[in-house]
């Protein structure tokens, strides 16, 4: 089963794409979920004239990414959590914390699209890449400094 992809999706292609799927992949996920068009004479007539508004769209889609991306290479980010002997964390920041941190400063992003390997556990600065677009990504820097000690109740 050929069908013509409305959105970007990761495993197949990019919207406008005419690809090849299997058929109950085509039929129960992607044509439901509007990701996709099956690949009939007249869709396809369509996806010739809707071509150019794909090409806008992703023109569109990558220009704010880029935009975004600058913003986010030149935000300061400093997490400050409690810190045990040899400058280990209690617990640990991870990808939904980068997130938190970036929402309050006005960014909606999916967590997902923070690329975290592991969750950070030591003091120090890391560079955190987030993939804004397939194109884009962003570098954040992260600087993680030990809490102030919380004063002990008496």
Known sequence: MKVILIENVPSLG????????????????L???????????????LLERQKQLFLQKAG????RALEMAAQIDSLPCTLSRPVGDSEKLFGS??????QK????????????????PAPIKMLGSFM?????HP????????????????????
């Open 101 to 116: 941190f970036l929402s309050e400063k006005g960014f909606s992003l999916d967590r997902r699209k923070i690329h975290l």
């Open 93 to 98: 920041i991870t990808s939904l914390d980068l």
């Open 135 to 154: 194109e884009v990504v962003a570098k954040l820097k992260v600087e993680v400094v030990p809490a102030p000690p919380a004063k002990e109740k008496s």
């Open 60 to 63: 569109n889609e990558k220009q």
């Open 14 to 29: 990019k919207a406008g794409d005419l690809v090849p799927v299997a058929p109950g992949y085509g039929r129960n996920y």
């Open 128 to 132: 955190i890449p987030i993939k804004l």
């Open 31 to 45: 044509i439901p979920k509007k990701l996709a068009l099956e690949a009939s004479p007249a869709n396809i007539q």
